[in-house]
């Protein structure tokens, strides 16, 4: 008697049903724990956004339970409602950030 080999198989997202399933594990296979910043990496951030002056930074900030990182210039720092707009006009909020590095 022959091996069918991979033919015995049903093919891969055969289904409808199984497709939503396969793309919502894929999904949740992304999500990634929000890092827990240590005292010193906060300080870190603090120095680098009081004595900001116009310099290109990269930024890793958590959202959608994703890790993401940006280049970008900051627009502005609004401490008050403790966010940062970007020169994109987008906003990340100080509880979000990761990280803060200045580009050489």
Known sequence: MSERGMKKWAPYK???EQEKYLKKASQNNE???RPQISSDAAE???EILVNYH????EISYWRNEKINT???IL???DSVNKKIVLSERRTIYF???ISI????
């Not at 116009?54 to 930074?57: D, T």
């Not at 590095?101 to 050489?104: A, H, I, T, V, Y």
């Open 54 to 57: 116009g310099e290109e930074v």
């Open 101 to 104: 590095k200045r580009k050489d």
């Open 75 to 77: 627009s502005k720092i």
């Open 44 to 46: 870190e951030i603090n």
């Open 95 to 97: 509880k979000e950030l």
């Open 31 to 33: 999500k990634q724990v």
């Open 70 to 72: 940006i280049s970008t």
């Open 14 to 16: 055969s289904l409808i």
